[in-house]
């Protein structure tokens, strides 16, 4: 049975940091892409940011370019994402998610397992 477990979401005040863990089991880990979403309500979930099955290649969501960063440790079957210089806007229901293929990775139809989600909320 897969699992991804996601953690280190809370409340942080704007300029603040947090750090996101998603530990992986149940699945060939290294064989996989991650991805992190983020979804308000009323809306559809949307790409923030991805990592290629070795850390090779990332990709991020314009709006948090210079401000996140994506990584991986496969020994530790575990995507983390820091996200810094935080704003209101990034308050969000953070998931993390895995995909096979690279070339689909801000597909959120694509991803094949999804983490139950943390909350993520920046107060201004």
């Known amino acids: 049975q897969v699992q991804l477990v996601e953690s280190g979401g809370g409340l942080v005040q704007a300029g603040g940091s947090l750090r996101l863990s998603c530990v992986a089991s149940?699945?060939?880990?290294?064989?996989?892409?991650m991805g992190w979403f983020q979804q308000t309500p009323g809306k559809e979930r949307e790409f923030v940011t991805a990592i290629s099955s070795l850390g090779g290649s990332t990709d991020y969501a314009d709006s948090v370019k210079g401000r996140f960063t994506i990584s991986r440790d496969n020994a530790k079957n575990t995507v983390y994402l820091q996200m810094n210089s935080l704003k209101p806007e990034d308050t969000a229901v953070y998931y993390c998610a895995a995909v096979y293929n690279w070339r689909r990775v801000r597909q959120v139809n694509d991803y094949r397992y999804w983490g139950q989600g943390t909350q993520v909320t920046v107060s201004s």
């Open positions: 149940g699945l060939p880990f290294s064989s996989y892409a």
